[in-house]
């Protein structure tokens, strides 16, 4: 829809690259707008804040702190580790320290670059003349991307329904199903890339009107888009597609513990499966637009989750508090995952360019994706 909205009002594809991310960053501003009034709490509301952080003492939590950052190490090691299974496929060998280095500074770019904008680092950062195009790699986030939106519905969906009862609110069993539906019609499209992609990327453009609002646009971008079907070529390779489906579970399972770890630390009577369902509902909503440094938008969605099994929020539209010591102890909570999680990303990014795997020089030149075309590369067939 913004390619379409784009191309209408722009006659070059420099223009359209801008008036997306135009779009893209209003769409965030509004994200944030939004998420801030839904998850800003009344007088009432900020008095249980209050007091649920004046009972946090660092005595009592750092214990808690210790275990949430060792958790928060086995998510990011897996997290990255498992790009190297999307990688071989394609030729791609990163050693451990680059990968660590690279995947770092790219994590940190999709906390703290709004619209998603960030999930381009990685591949722009990897991208070899001649030899690996920064779209083959993208098209290697874009499986990630898939999978993982896989792993979390299924999440989703047992969570939801092991929690639902008679007080459960209406939204909650259709999301479980649309976050389903939706990552399911992505898997089949991929099923579709790979088995067709000549048909694929020709279907593709002309759905998208690119081949009749923008044809010089659409022209460049099917070569662009039989690149990032390249990179699709993980789903053939049945080793590297289970290791990365080992690794895949073993990320989100340790996820899913230290959000568990940091509620109990927190005093909340959250079990394993609530501490999943809030992270499967995270991690839904933060497919959307996300607002800058996901401010916000992460807290209500957190609140959101904690209340399916804790019932802290009173009225779930727009998120009014009840001012009971509850709701003091979730919100400080939700303040506390986002918070420290970006600490641990914004850390580990900012001392990942400080070593010699990733320069702030690179991380310039690495601005634009494929601004020149690759040497020696060819359409997939």
């Not at 089949?188 to 790979?194: Q, S």
């Not at 509850?326 to 919100?331: A, E, I, K, R, W």
């Not at 001392?351 to 990733?358: I, L, M, R, S, W």
Request: net charge positive.
């Amino acid at each position: 829809m913004t390619a379409r909205v784009a191309c209408c009002w722009a006659s070059s594809p420099n223009e359209v690259v801008v008036v997306k991310l135009a779009i893209n960053l209003g769409l965030s501003l509004l994200m944030l707008a939004a998420s801030l009034w839904m998850v800003w709490p009344n007088a009432h509301g900020q008095d249980a804040l209050g007091v649920a952080f004046d009972r946090l003492t660092f005595a009592d939590f750092a214990q808690t702190l210790v275990a949430y950052f060792a958790m928060l190490g086995v998510v990011h090691f897996c997290r990255a580790y498992r790009w190297t299974n999307l990688l071989a496929p394609i030729g791609v060998r990163l050693g451990l320290g680059r990968l660590m280095a690279v995947s770092s500074v790219g994590f940190m770019a999709i906390l703290v670059i709004p619209a998603r904008l960030g999930e381009l680092v990685r591949p722009a950062l990897i991208r070899q003349k001649g030899h690996v195009s920064a779209s083959a790699a993208l098209g290697t986030v874009a499986v990630e991307r898939i999978i993982d939106g896989l792993v979390v519905s299924i999440v989703v969906f047992v969570t939801f329904v092991t929690l639902k009862n008679d007080q459960s609110p209406g939204w909650m069993m259709p999301t479980a199903y649309i976050a389903s539906g939706l990552f399911g019609v992505c898997l089949i499209g991929l099923f579709f890339a790979l088995s067709w992609p000549n048909w694929t990327v020709r279907t593709f453009l002309k759905v998208s009107l690119l081949t009749t609002l923008a044809p010089r646009l659409a022209t460049r971008l099917e070569g662009k888009l039989h690149e990032l079907i390249r990179g699709f070529a993980v789903l053939r390779d049945k080793k590297n597609l289970f290791a990365f489906l080992a690794w895949t579970i073993a990320y989100w399972v340790a996820n899913g513990l230290s959000c568990w770890v940091l509620a109990r630390g927190m005093g909340l009577d959250t079990t394993v499966v609530g501490a999943f369902a809030l992270m499967g509902l995270v991690a839904v909503g933060i497919t959307l637009p996300n607002s800058p440094g996901m401010i916000g938008q992460y807290q209500w969605l957190t609140m959101l989750g904690v209340s399916l099994e804790l019932g802290a929020i009173t009225d779930v539209a727009p998120l009014h508090p009840d001012g009971t010591p509850v709701y003091g102890m979730v919100l400080a909570f939700a303040i506390f995952l986002h918070g420290l999680q970006v600490v641990w990303y914004v850390g580990a990014g900012l001392v990942a360019v400080a070593t010699p795997h990733v320069s702030f020089s690179e991380l310039w030149a690495a601005r634009k994706l494929d601004p020149e075309p690759v040497a020696g590369d060819a359409p997939a067939s």
